[in-house]
C-alpha cells in the first residue's frame, strides 16, 4: 500500500512525500525516521495517510519560473 504524510497545519493535506508500506504504523515510523523526529513529536506536527491516485493529480500551485 502507498501512504503519504501532510502537515497537519495544511487545510487541503497535501502531501509532503510518499512511500510503500505494508501499514499505517510502518509509514509513519519511516517518515519520522526521515523527518529525523521521535514518532510521538512526528505525529503532532503530521498526519500519515494512505495515499490514493487522487492525492497524486490535485492541481499544484507550484509553477517553474522561466526566463
Do not use: R, W
Request: glycine fraction near 6%; aromatic fraction near 14%; proline fraction near 4%.
Amino acid at each position: 500500500m502507498k501512504f503519504c504524510f501532510y502537515s497537519k497545519n495544511d487545510p487541503n493535506q497535501e502531501p509532503i512525500g510518499a512511500c510503500e508500506a505494508l501499514s499505517l504504523q510502518e509509514a509513519t515510523k519511516f517518515f519520522s525516521l526521515t523527518k529525523m523526529l521521535p514518532i510521538d513529536q512526528f505525529q503532532i506536527l503530521f498526519g500519515v495517510k494512505q495515499y490514493t491516485y487522487e492525492e497524486g493529480t490535485k492541481g499544484s500551485s507550484k509553477q517553474l519560473l522561466t526566463d
